[in-house]
């Protein structure tokens, strides 16, 4: 798990304010963004990192697989991540396959 998170008292109410203060006495640069996933434990971070690659996987399948694209040639649309900043951090914390 990564240092910043090591100092939370996880499942409970103030999560967010104590993750807050961690970035900001460390200097870390955070946004926050509408609330959609609950992740209060480690476990949470590496399921909301699976969906995500869930997503992204079901995504790059579906937009190959449309014949119309390719007698076009052009390239799909890109895909809408729910929350494209989480996915670059998951990624660069080794939690999502960076391929995708």
């Given amino acids: ?22 970035l900001r006495r460390s200097g870390t640069r955070y946004a926050l963004g509408p609330a959609w996933y609950d992740v209060d434990r ?3 971070v590496a399921l909301l990192a ?17 014949s119309g694209w390719r007698r076009s040639g052009a390239k799909p649309p890109p895909q ?3 929350c494209p900043a989480t996915a670059r951090v998951l990624r660069r914390l080794g939690l999502m396959r960076a391929g995708r």
Avoid: Y
């Avoid at 090591?6 to 203060?21: M, Q």
């Fill in 1 to 22: 798990m990564p240092e910043i998170f090591r100092a939370i008292a996880w499942g409970r109410s103030n999560v967010l304010s104590e993750t807050v203060a961690c």
């Fill in 42 to 44: 480690f476990s949470d």
């Fill in 50 to 66: 699976a969906h995500l690659d869930q997503h992204l996987a079901r995504m790059k399948m579906l937009s190959g697989s449309t």
């Fill in 80 to 82: 809408p991540l729910p």
